[in-house]
């Protein structure tokens, strides 16, 4: 059954996740998994301030291209729980992630995982809100802002541009609608992505 919350679209629809084209794997190996999760992932994450024994949530984690670079800036008493509905992505994340004894993999939908609330001191977001169906974003930040300790840290990169983005005033009024008090949102130009949202959200209830 296709569940309702992946959005269908000629980008990333629910069994391109779990059956994606020989091009797509391929793409991913090579582009996203060998190239930007060593030079431009970890980049990134220098960027997020982490002391290393947060214990972290990403969201829609895919095949572990932010993972890896997560994980190696927590140490061995941080956490990382990597989420995503797709169970061929997580479950290519975790045969590539193995040797992280600092990981843990959630395979489902988050708003029906039952995460435990006030379990982290920070959620990423990385290229994942702009897949999920509109309708149901608000469910799945209420979903994650719940997760979040108080005063924890939402951080939140997606592409700005629609079809295949969300804007950048659509992921202010999400976060504020889930009660997450804005400390940083705007856009940088990527030539890959066009303009790229980065947010930083924090969580003071
Ligand atoms: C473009 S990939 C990004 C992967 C990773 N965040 C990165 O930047 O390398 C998007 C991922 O979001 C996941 N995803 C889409 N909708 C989701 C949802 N409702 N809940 C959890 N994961 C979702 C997909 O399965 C896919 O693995």
Redesign the pocket.
């Known amino acids: 059954m296709v569940?309702y919350?992946?959005?269908g679209s000629t980008t990333?629809g629910f069994m391109e996740?779990e059956q994606p084209s020989f091009l797509r794997i391929i793409g991913e190996e090579l582009v996203?998994y060998r190239i930007?999760?060593r030079y431009y992932?970890p980049k990134y994450v220098r960027t997020l301030d982490l002391v290393g024994s947060e214990r972290v949530l990403?969201?829609?984690?895919?095949?572990?291209?932010?993972?890896r670079a997560l994980s190696r800036a927590l140490r061995p008493d941080g956490r990382l729980t990597c989420?995503?509905?797709?169970e061929?992505?997580?479950k290519k994340a975790q045969r590539r992630l193995h040797a992280f004894s600092n990981i843990e993999f959630l395979a489902?939908?988050?708003?029906r995982l039952e995460v435990p609330d006030n379990s982290h001191d920070a959620v990423?977001?990385?290229?994942?809100?702009h897949?999920?169906?509109p309708a149901?974003r608000i469910d799945?930040v209420n979903a994650l802002a719940k997760t979040l300790h108080a005063e924890g840290t939402l951080f939140i990169?997606e592409p700005a541009h629609p079809p295949h983005g969300i804007p950048v005033a659509e992921v202010e009024a999400l976060m504020r609608d889930a009660g997450l008090r804005e400390h940083h949102a705007g856009c940088t130009r990527s030539w890959r992505w066009g303009r790229i949202c980065n947010g930083v959200f924090l969580k003071s209830w």
């Open positions: 569940p919350y992946i959005r990333g996740q996203d930007r999760s992932h990403e969201f829609g984690c895919g095949g572990g291209c932010m993972s989420v995503d509905i797709s061929y992505w997580i489902g939908d988050i708003t990423v977001i990385h290229f994942v809100l897949e999920v169906d149901v799945v990169r």
